[in-house]
């Protein structure tokens, strides 16, 4: 569920680095794609962007995300929904979405990297995971996906909204490159020019991101 724009507008005031979860939207995928050259902005992404794809070969249904807590929904549950997923991917299907928030997967709005790294560092300590802000976006996906490690990712949305997804895999190349990411419930694919231009700058973190250092069979697979 979205937070309405004048309640989330109230709440930026006095806060910084806060994540609004977007909502789904399905519709056509919009026809884009550039070179990592035109990553330039930091234009969110709407959700008609997020084409629904098949659940690839040997991958698990993600989960769907609850609905917002709090008087406004501020309190969105995308955040926890990344990190349920990437457990998925790691073969551990025990924590559901809001199991994660109600174990500490939250914010006064939403959820920051930090929230999310406590709570894996605490509860999943083998994975090894930490918060990172890589300088090359697009790359650092790629290594990690190549070397079987999802990656939670927070990135802007419309207006001052933003979204954590699950970053399962990358297809095609260069043009045709896309980000598969788990969202809502399904697999979605967006292109990976849009994909780094929106979560480039998140409220003044630059390529917000979880990752953990332990691998799964699942990410990395040939072919995705």
Same mark, same amino acid.
């Given at each position: ?10 709440? +930026? ?53 609850? /609905? ?24 551990? /299907? ?31 300590? /083998? ?8 300088? /090359? ?58 994909? +780094? ?28």
């Amino acid at each position: 569920m979205r937070l309405s724009r004048l309640s989330l507008s109230l709440v +930026a005031l006095v806060v910084v680095g806060t994540t609004a979860c977007a909502g789904e939207d399905e519709g056509a995928d919009a026809d884009v794609g550039a070179s990592d050259e035109a990553m330039t902005t930091t234009r969110g992404i709407h959700e008609l962007e997020m084409k629904p794809v098949p659940i690839p070969a040997g991958f698990p249904k993600a989960w769907s995300q609850p /609905d917002s807590d709090g008087w406004f929904d501020e309190r969105g549950k995308c955040g926890p929904t990344a990190v349920a997923n990437a457990l998925l991917l790691y073969g551990r /299907d025990g924590v559901s979405p809001n199991l994660a928030y109600e174990e500490g997967v939250q914010w006064v709005v939403g959820s920051r990297p930090i929230d999310l790294e406590r709570y894996l560092d605490r509860e999943q300590a /083998d994975l090894r995971c930490s918060v990172v802000y890589p300088e /090359d976006g697009p790359a650092f996906l790629r290594a990690a996906v190549a070397s079987g490690r999802p990656v939670m990712t927070w990135f802007r949305t419309e207006g001052l909204t933003s979204h954590w997804v699950t970053v399962a895999g990358i297809r095609g190349a260069n043009v045709s490159e896309k980000v598969v990411v788990m969202s809502w419930g399904r697999y979605y694919e967006i292109p990976m020019y849009r994909f +780094a231009e929106a979560w480039k700058s998140v409220y003044g973190f630059h390529n917000p991101a979880v990752a953990c250092a332990a691998t799964t069979a699942r990410v990395g697979k040939k072919p995705f």
